[in-house]
């Protein structure tokens, strides 16, 4: 028999997390828990922790767990290395039922000893899964013994799913990046010496960023995690500055390493031409030396004078068109409202997986009366929200392509498995290609929307 299932949006818990700007006053709902009966489009703790960790090229990622949750294999990811390529394998321990039953922990053993004969690792990191924390196999015991064994760092990363959010994650990842570059006693900071965090170097985004600052004679220590690796992150404790990025994963690490060596941060973006002029300038007024701000003028000047124009075209082929994003962090989705804003397209429906109240507060001043705002959205309600705000676009991650696809909505990828870069003055001339590509395809035309 036929049932008629509630439209998501009737789902009354969810309407504190669904705003029309103009519409409703109340401050949305956001870093709750997702609602049971919704099938939300947030990824779990050990995605959020993977996703941030796997970029350290050097080190055996070893996933403790059924073989499913082991996916981020070979070039799944787009984070690119100029050293090691260790990080592209997905080793996992395949967890079947008799070890389910009878407990995990002598194949883990055996795991990370194999692990650690064939590939002589520096670092391993050995990620818990949602079974793991119901059979209660005790990874922080063996992860310790087996560095003891073999001498090296053996961290275990206690990201069973069902633990949290993929926010939790993220927090995870970063309590274990503590411990990979914590240090014995105080470090000198060198000067002119920053840290990049929260670039994943997709694509070679984080070379883009550090060959612009290099040029303005600062100089990167390490990018956390794009291309990094157990030796260049232990490099971190002298920076002078932490710069960050993709502040929904790297926030919290920031604060920590402020806390613990003295480091300032700031939160910057090279997403949109707009963006990264501002970032460029503010990281030289960080410094605050004459030569660097001279350097700077000089390359935003030399960069404009070539993409400035580009941009420019491609505006005039998508003025008026409509925008919808959902993205993981409320950081992105602000740089993504003024980068459709430099292309002259109208912001109709934006959100997020793990965006922050204040980020939420951004996002309300950015956008026009009308804009639907929505956090930890699922399928039904980004389906009904790109139909009735009329959006010709959606950017957003794996999970959205096919949701844009069936609506006949053109797409852009702005996650992990991208394999072009958006960072940059560079970057936002390839967005803006992609844009217009996508959104002016002649394929819409022959589909009945
Ligand atoms: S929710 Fe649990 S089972 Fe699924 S991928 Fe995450 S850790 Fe693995």
């Known amino acids: 028999m036929a049932m008629n299932q509630p439209d998501n949006f009737d789902i009354q818990e969810r309407q ?11 401050p949305i709902n956001c ?10 489009q947030r990824a779990c703790v050990y995605c959020g922790a993977r996703v941030v960790l796997n970029p350290v090229t050097d080190a055996v990622h070893l996933v403790h767990g059924p073989i499913g949750c082991a996916s981020y294999t070979w070039d799944i ?6 050293g090691s390529d260790l990080f592209r394998y997905s080793f996992s321990t395949d967890l079947r039922e008799e070890d389910i039953i009878f407990g995990g922990e002598r194949k883990l053993t055996r795991c990370i000893d194999e692990l650690a004969e064939r ?35 053996v961290i275990p990363v206690q990201s069973s799913g069902f633990s949290g959010n993929k926010s939790d994650g993220y927090r995870v990842a970063c309590e274990v990046l503590l411990r990979m570059i914590a240090t014995p006693e105080d470090v000198p900071r060198q000067a002119h010496h920053l840290n990049y965090l929260g670039d994943f170097n997709l694509a ?11 040029e303005m004679g600062i100089h990167v220590n390490v990018a956390f995690t794009g291309d990094s690796s157990y ?58 030396d004459p030569l660097i701000a001279s350097r700077t003028e000089a390359l935003i000047q030399r ?61 309300h001043q950015l956008v026009s009366d009308g804009t639907v705002v929505l956090d930890d959205a699922n399928p039904s309600e980004l389906e009904r929200f790109m139909l009735e705000q009329g959006a010709d676009l959606l950017v957003g991650g794996v999970k959205e392509r096919p949701l844009a696809f069936k609506l006949g909505r053109a797409f852009i990828d702005h996650n992990h498995e991208r394999k ?30």
């Open 119 to 153: 590939y002589h690792p520096q670092v391993m990191l050995v990620y818990s899964t949602c079974i793991v924390g119901v059979i209660g196999d005790d990874l922080e015991a063996i992860c310790r013994k087996a560095s003891l064994q073999h001498g090296i760092k």
């Open 420 to 449: 072009h870069p958006l960072s940059g003055f560079t970057g936002a001339a390839n967005f803006a290609r992609e844009v217009e590509e996508t959104v002016c395809s002649p394929v819409w035309k022959y589909l009945d929307k």
């Open 303 to 363: 960069e404009m004078a070539i993409y400035g124009p580009t941009i420019q075209n491609y505006r005039r082929r998508l003025q008026g068109k409509k925008a919808a994003i959902f993205v993981g962090g409320g950081f992105k989705a602000i740089s993504l409202i003024k980068q459709f804003r430099e292309l002259g397209m109208e912001v109709v429906m934006v959100g997020t997986q793990t965006g922050q109240p204040e980020e939420y507060d951004t996002i």
């Open 16 to 26: 504190k997390s669904i705003r029309t700007k103009g519409r409703q006053s109340q």
């Open 204 to 214: 070679g985004e984080a070379w883009i960023i550090r060959g612009y600052l290099q």
């Open 31 to 40: 870093q709750a828990d997702s609602i049971a009966g919704c099938v939300s």
């Open 231 to 288: 030796e260049t992150l232990r490099t971190a404790p002298t920076a002078s500055l932490n710069i960050i990025q993709c502040a929904g994963s790297m926030g919290y690490m920031a604060k920590r390493m402020q806390e613990i060596y003295g480091i300032p941060f700031l939160n910057i973006s090279f997403l949109g031409l707009e963006d990264t002029v501002e970032s460029l300038r503010r990281i030289s007024a960080f410094f605050g």
């Open 77 to 82: 990811r787009g984070s690119l290395s100029s």
